[in-house]
């Protein structure tokens, strides 16, 4: 099992009709880099920092942000690492970042948008991440993006922080999250703002079907084959598509058997999962075949 394990690893993971899949790992924490390599990740696709931020009384400053960004970059380079910026609200708080309360937080100060009213955060995480890239291949992905402006804003201060790194800063690819349906909607408009997207399906699925992703007596809808969830994924490879930008796919939908196949079938480029989700994925879509993938798109 273990010598089959490091064989699949080395094999690429390409559908049996000759479609290549790009498959890349979520991580937290960069100490998980090696599993991503040892099961065969040829990324990092989801970089989730909010977990260096997690569990401490304070909040970490720009160097050891730093720290943790160039040793993802470096423990993975040449692959790329997509590293998303700051993530809290909704469902997720810092105990040394107290935040207002609110009726609604899934559909309040969270993501992207608490992160441009807080310069302080985004700064010190922006020379961060610009440092890193300088020591592998990283690229920045931004969260709960619903409108063009939000990723016109936050280019701007990227660009403006850049500037003052001056050598300092590597180059990057700024990337659009997925995961309001209104940015699958205008996909297109957004498509034209960014170097890549990832759609972040656990979010995307909650604010389609309305359905709490943390409330057990709704998860019944909460399925990402539900029809309506597919056709804003169809929309999104299309315009990304169209102008030429990769999509990839974050959320736990990505490393799940059920859903592999739709995800193909709609023309993703990368399936991003827990590093122990790899292997199995990558069998499955070595087995795939074109009327597989045409199966679970039927109707649609
Ligand atoms: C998602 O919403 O699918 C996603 C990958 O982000 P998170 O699960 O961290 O909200
Ligand atoms: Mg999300």
């Given amino acids: 099992e273990a010598a089959g394990l490091a064989r699949l690893r080395d094999l690429p993971a390409v559908t049996a009709y000759g479609r290549k899949v790009m498959l890349a790992a979520n991580l937290a924490r960069a100490a998980e880099a090696r599993a991503a390599l040892e099961a065969?990740?040829?990324?990092?696709?989801l970089f989730r920092t909010e977990f260096l931020f997690l569990d401490r009384p304070d909040l970490p400053g720009e160097?050891?942000?730093?720290a943790e960004y160039r040793a993802v970059a470096e423990a993975m380079a040449p692959r790329p690492v997509v590293i998303r910026t700051l993530d809290i609200g909704g469902d997720k708080f810092l105990p040394a970042l107290p935040l207002p309360r609110e009726e609604n937080p899934f559909l309040g100060w969270r993501g992207i948008r608490l992160w441009l009213d807080r310069e302080d955060l985004a700064v010190p995480q922006i020379r961060a991440l610009l440092r890193a890239a300088r020591h592998g291949e990283v690229h920045i992905l931004l969260p709960m993006v619903a409108d063009v402006s939000e990723v016109r804003r936050a280019r701007a201060l990227i660009e403006r922080v850049r500037a003052g790194l001056g050598e300092a800063a590597g180059p990057y690819k700024l990337g659009i999250m997925v995961e309001v349906p209104a940015a699958a909607l205008a996909a297109d408009r957004l498509a034209a703002e960014a170097e890549f997207f990832s759609i972040g399906t656990n979010d995307l699925v909650q604010y389609t079907l309305a359905a709490d992703r943390g409330n057990p007596k709704v998860a019944a809808l909460s399925d990402?084959?539900?029809p309506a969830v597919l056709r804003l994924i169809d929309m999104t490879v299309r315009a990304a598509h169209a102008r030429g930008i990769p999509v990839a796919v974050c959320g736990d939908a990505a490393g799940d058997p059920r859903v592999i196949p739709a995800l193909v079938a709609l023309g993703v480029d990368e399936l991003s999962m827990p590093p122990a989700?790899?292997?199995?994925a990558k069998r499955q879509v070595r087995s795939l075949t074109e009327a597989d993938v045409q199966a679970a798109i039927r109707g649609l």
Avoid: K, T
Avoid at 63 to 66: G, I, S
């Fill in 277 to 280: 989700a790899i292997p199995a």
């Fill in 224 to 226: 990402p084959l539900h």
């Fill in 40 to 45: 065969g990740a040829e990324g990092v696709g």
């Fill in 63 to 66: 160097e050891e942000q730093f």
